[in-house]
């Protein structure tokens, strides 16, 4: 069982940065793909940013690439999502996930095994 923290969201204005992080329990945390969803109000999870479980790949949306960087920290158990140049079509609940299987680029929640709570990031004109 892994359990997963997120932190770090906030309000902001459009063109700030802001650095989530997802911290877990679990010792064998470098075995599993680590994987960050959004939820805007009223929309689905979308799949954000992926990373493998040594931190030597990683996959982003195309709303994203290029704002965002997904990294890893396997002897902290932490990875972290920097955000940069927001905007307030980035305004969601942003959730990090795991999988043992090692996806990390695919788009399906029910893909992922571990889910944590959430983070509330808010961009404002």
């Known amino acids: 069982q892994v359990r997963l923290v997120e ?6 204005q459009t063109g700030d940065s802001l650095r989530l992080s997802c911290a877990a329990s ?3 945390f470098s075995d599993v793909s680590v994987v960050w969803f959004r939820r805007a109000p009223g929309m689905e999870r979308d799949y954000v ?4 479980q040594a931190g030597h790949s990683e996959y982003y949306a195309e709303s994203v690439k290029g704002r965002f960087t997904i990294s890893r920290d396997n002897t902290r158990n932490t990875v972290y999502l920097d955000m940069n140049d927001l905007t307030p079509e980035d305004t969601a609940v942003y959730y ?3 999988s043992v299987r090692g996806t990390y680029s695919d788009d399906r929640p029910a893909t992922y095994n571990y889910w944590g709570q959430g983070t509330q990031v ?4």
């Not at 932190?7 to 902001?12: A, C, R, T």
């Not at 940013?49 to 493998?52: K, N």
């Not at 808010?122 to 004109?125: L, R």
């Open 7 to 12: 932190s770090g969201g906030g309000l902001v």
């Open 26 to 28: 679990e010792r064998t």
């Open 49 to 52: 940013a992926g990373i493998s």
């Open 96 to 98: 990090c996930a795991a």
């Open 122 to 125: 808010t961009v404002v004109s």
